[in-house]
């Protein structure tokens, strides 16, 4: 365990460091100007492409498998059904903030830094349908504290803007030239795989490491307001969902140990930041949620590693 430990300090280090950068710059240097160019060309521009890239050359019956989504969809479902079943108020706003990660500016980070390249590829199929499952997660929620049903224009919308989404755009247009073109076009033209594959390994780091400063000047929108931690949403989010995660993968789909560490580590991170921004119509969701981000983000530097090291004494990587 001492080793783990070790190993995992510097890393952790790493990752704060950038984001306290980002934070700092974003206080001190940038100007709101800058932070949202910033932020977005890295949400926008750098990340579709990256993840375009890993899903052109990704391994897709060995990545893209079924039992993978259920694992950490059913989580988050029944988490949320109960939630829902038991909680009176802020359904909707607990709803995200006990479900919705962090996955692109911090889980695949800490993904590809601890377990190495390649193991981030078994998220892809998670951040694909992620946000429509919680936004339409959200809305039923929404639509049924108010005691109504969630309509087709609602849904259809929400689809909509999930498949806007450019990341996205990025995995679903590398897919497609997976599925199509990389088999047809391989033998005659190597190249365009392998160029993909040095386009995904040689900007892993600067992509991350800009994800990470991205995260910390993005910190700087959140509001500052002196109230206590939401500590029910944040159990939920660091302790509860990546528990029931675990036991889906690894006691009811039996998945492999590697995949069980991706799909705990996507289900522990904090929560994400633009949640803040889908409950923008209601102030006391809004209150509710930033505390939840700044709060998970803050304790995750200790949760991941406590789960990490959990994780590698039940379920060694090597074994």
């Keep these: 365990m001492?080793?783990?430990?070790?190993?995992?300090?510097?890393?952790?280090?790493?990752?704060?460091?950038?984001?306290?950068?980002?934070?700092?710059?974003?206080?001190?240097?940038?100007?709101?100007?800058?932070q949202q160019f910033l932020t977005k060309y890295v949400s926008v521009v750098l990340i579709p492409i990256w993840l375009f890239a890993s899903a052109v050359s990704v391994d897709l019956q060995q990545y893209f498998s079924l039992t993978i989504l259920l694992s950490y969809f059913m989580a988050a479902a029944l988490l949320i059904f109960v939630l829902n079943c038991v909680i009176k108020q802020h359904?909707?706003?607990?709803?995200?903030?006990?479900?919705?990660?962090?996955?692109?500016?911090?889980?695949?980070?800490?993904?590809e830094l601890v377990l190495g390249s390649g193991a981030k590829d078994y998220a892809l199929p998670i951040i694909m349908f992620n946000t429509l499952f919680i936004l339409t997660s959200?809305?039923?929620?929404?639509?049924?504290?108010?005691?109504?049903?969630?309509?087709?224009?609602?849904?259809?919308?929400?689809?909509?803007?999930?498949v806007k989404n450019p990341i996205v755009v990025g995995l679903l247009l590398g897919l497609i030239i997976n599925i199509t073109l990389v088999d047809k076009i391989t033998d005659e033209l190597p190249s365009i795989v392998s160029i993909t594959a040095l386009i995904k390994t040689y900007s892993a780091?600067?992509?991350?490491?800009?994800?990470?400063?991205?995260?910390?000047?993005?910190?700087?929108?959140?509001?500052?307001?002196?109230?206590?931690c939401p500590w029910l949403a944040v159990l939920l989010k660091m302790l509860v969902f990546p528990m029931l995660v675990y036991i889906f993968a690894h006691y009811l789909f039996a998945l492999t140990n590697l995949t069980v560490?991706?799909?705990?580590?996507?289900?522990?991170?904090?929560?994400?930041?633009?949640s803040?921004?889908?409950?923008?119509?209601?102030?006391?969701?809004?209150?509710?949620?930033?505390?939840?981000?700044?709060?998970?983000?803050?304790?995750?530097?200790?949760?991941?590693p406590v789960w990490i090291l959990i994780?590698?004494?039940?379920?060694?990587?090597?074994?």
Excluded: C
């Design 2 to 34: 001492w080793e783990s430990i070790q190993a995992l300090t510097p890393i952790i280090a790493s990752i704060a460091l950038f984001v306290a950068l980002g934070w700092w710059a974003a206080a001190s240097l940038f100007s709101i100007a800058q």
């Design 91 to 111: 359904k909707a706003a607990l709803t995200l903030a006990s479900s919705y990660s962090n996955t692109l500016y911090f889980s695949i980070p800490i993904i």
């Design 138 to 162: 959200y809305e039923l929620a929404k639509q049924s504290a108010r005691g109504k049903s969630l309509t087709l224009a609602q849904l259809h919308q929400i689809m909509i803007s999930s």
């Design 205 to 228: 780091l600067p992509v991350l490491a800009l994800a990470l400063f991205s995260l910390g000047v993005s910190f700087q929108s959140l509001p500052r307001q002196k109230q206590s």
């Design 261 to 274: 560490y991706v799909l705990v580590i996507l289900a522990a991170s904090p929560l994400a930041i633009n």
């Design 276 to 304: 803040y921004f889908f409950v923008n119509n209601d102030k006391k969701a809004q209150v509710l949620i930033g505390r939840s981000i700044i709060q998970s983000s803050l304790l995750s530097v200790i949760s991941i």
């Design 311 to 319: 994780l590698n004494m039940l379920l060694p990587i090597s074994s």
